[in-house]
């Protein structure tokens, strides 16, 4: 059909019709709102580079999950901040951990709500890597993976529904998985980090978490941001190793990758709009410079018609406001 026959303006003459041929919907359950805890009572401090984020202490995660269930946001995943850091990031695994306490404090107000972890070790190493050094100050594979399943464990334990790896070690799914199994954790999730970038975006999060690394950066372990035919080998390995979802890390600049991977896998996708998008995005609003509803839900639009099933935001909450006002 061409024109003047096909007439593509017809379907968009009004809002009725224009709903009815809408490819994609956006809803509440898609977001995932990721939570910093940290240590101490009474407190909310907004990290200064994401305005309208904070690090919250451990008595303050009840009131916050009863919002986020009224907003009808499914679920939360769990970044901690410790008490004190070491070469091994030894309070990421430990049963009082700050992750660990703070999955505990959710399920005893909340048995039914869901809690994600994101497992690495860069939040509670000295030198801030994803991984144990060695003495050149090479991040090594192998010997970090048993400090990730030991964290992922601990996690499970104190009653985490699923686990998220963002450590990008070549193995860890398989590890993980095994050591889950092995205290027969069948039933939790691994959403792995499968095609994360090496990326200037987490700038914001690093603030928020602590965990920028002392030295150097993470491109020995994270990925290139030119590859997009590695990341579906990345993402095979994880899905061998038993990943039940993946994602992508950052999203807006790698719409091209979560589209590669759904179209490859078929297989549940997250999108994780990340710390320096949200930064972007608050930083021009703020200024008055675009309409912060719009320009937010165009974006997360984006990510579902690129084929993420999940979106992990920090505008989660205003995302479901302004659906539930629609
Ligand atoms: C830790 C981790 C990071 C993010 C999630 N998990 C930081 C990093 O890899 O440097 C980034 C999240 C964000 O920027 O919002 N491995
Ligand atoms: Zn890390």
Request: proline residues 6%; contains cysteine; negative net charge.
């Amino acid at each position: 059909m061409n024109y003047p026959e096909y007439r593509p303006r017809r379907t968009r003459l009004n809002a009725s019709v224009r709903s009815m041929v809408r490819e994609n919907t956006l809803k509440a359950e898609d977001l995932v709102y990721p939570l910093f805890v940290k240590p101490g009572t009474g407190i909310r401090d907004e990290v200064s580079s994401m305005p309208g984020v904070f690090q919250l202490s451990l008595d303050q995660l009840d009131s916050e999950v009863a919002q986020l269930k009224k907003l009808g946001i499914p679920a939360v995943i769990l970044f901690g901040l410790p008490e004190g850091k070491d070469p091994m990031g030894s309070e990421g695994y430990a049963d009082t951990g700050i992750v660990q306490q703070a999955v505990r404090a959710i399920k005893a107000a909340h048995p039914d709500y869901y809690v994600i972890t994101d497992v690495c070790v860069c939040e509670y190493t000295d030198h801030g890597h994803c991984g144990v050094l060695d003495p050149d100050g090479y991040v090594l594979n192998d010997p970090t993976l048993s400090l990730l399943a030991q964290v992922a464990l601990s996690h499970a334990r104190a009653g985490a529904d699923m686990v998220a790896p963002s450590d990008m070690m070549d193995g860890r799914v398989q590890a993980i998985r095994a050591a889950l199994d092995s205290e027969d954790f069948i039933n939790v999730p691994i959403m792995a980090y499968s095609a994360k970038y090496a990326s200037g975006y987490y700038g914001p999060f690093r603030d928020a978490a602590d965990s920028a690394p002392s030295f150097g950066d993470r491109s020995q372990y994270q990925m290139d941001p030119a590859n997009s035919d590695e990341a579906i080998r990345e993402t095979a390995l994880d899905i061998n190793e038993g990943a039940d979802i993946v994602m992508v890390k950052p999203a807006l600049a790698y719409m091209d990758v979560l589209r590669r991977l759904k179209d490859e896998f078929g297989y549940p996708t997250a999108a994780y709009n990340v710390s320096g998008e949200y930064a972007m995005v608050k930083a021009a609003a703020l200024n008055g410079w675009i309409d912060e509803q719009r320009v937010v839900m165009e974006t997360m639009m984006g990510f579902k018609r690129a084929g993420a099933d999940i979106i992990i935001t920090y505008h989660a909450k205003d995302v479901a406001k302004w659906l539930l006002e629609k």
